[in-house]
């Protein structure tokens, strides 16, 4: 009997010790908020997004470390270029001398198309793309945004170069936001597709697609 309750009280201290809260769950919190931010964002519930967004951005103000704010930041920044909405950042920018990052400054400094940053810095899915983005190859670099698995990612690197697109990137652009039901990014797509074909017969196609998505908003 004394033994049971002895094995009880240590599975007892065990499961307590197994659950117990990580001290930074903001940092998880803030993630968390920030992942459903950019899937409401994407998907035009602008609702919900915009109350994501506030979570994830009083989350990662609990700490001192501004770095979690400034990756808060700068994907907002990231996701509105996506989309077509032109950013500058100032979020980011109100913060940047407070965080020191390599790695954030190489980000920041590719979305906004400046040239003072290593590659080296950046996420290895980008590195490709953004050398030959410095090189102004953009027959190669269409063909390394087909590469980038993370489709935010892919959706991201096609916008930076979006007037240096192939009709068939900007074509495959269009089914990976219509695959995640990203409406937003679909609609931008369709636009970018519209403004850039010379068919007629397509571009009322288009214009007609996008009138029937907008319909109801």
Not at 114 to 128: C, I, V
Not at 204 to 209: E, F, M, R, V, Y
Request: aromatic residues 10%.
């Amino acid at each position: 009997m004394i033994k049971i309750a002895l094995l009880s009280l240590t599975l007892l201290l065990f499961s307590a010790c197994s659950f117990k809260s990580p001290p930074n769950q903001w940092q998880y919190k803030s993630t968390t908020a920030f992942d459903s931010y950019t899937k409401n964002f994407l998907s035009a519930n602008n609702a919900l997004a915009a109350n994501d967004l506030s979570r994830a951005v009083k989350h990662a103000k609990q700490s001192a470390d501004l770095k979690m704010l400034a990756r808060v930041y700068l994907g907002e920044c990231a996701l509105n270029i996506s989309v077509g909405i032109d950013d500058g950042c100032k979020d980011y920018q109100n913060i940047a001398d407070l965080v020191n990052d390599e790695s954030l400054e190489a980000y920041y400094s590719f979305i906004r198309l400046k040239s003072e940053y290593s590659a080296e810095n950046l996420n290895s899915q980008y590195r490709d793309f953004a050398l030959h983005l410095r090189n102004k190859d953009f027959t190669k670099a269409n063909s390394e945004i087909l590469k980038i698995d993370k489709p935010t990612s892919k959706l991201l690197a096609a916008s930076l170069i979006k007037d240096k697109l192939s009709n068939a990137t900007r074509d495959e652009m269009i089914k990976v936001a219509s695959f995640y039901g990203y409406k937003k990014s679909v609609l931008f797509w369709l636009n970018e597709a519209m403004i850039n074909t010379t068919n007629e017969d397509e571009r009322k196609n288009l214009s007609k697609k996008i009138s029937i998505l907008k319909s109801g908003d």
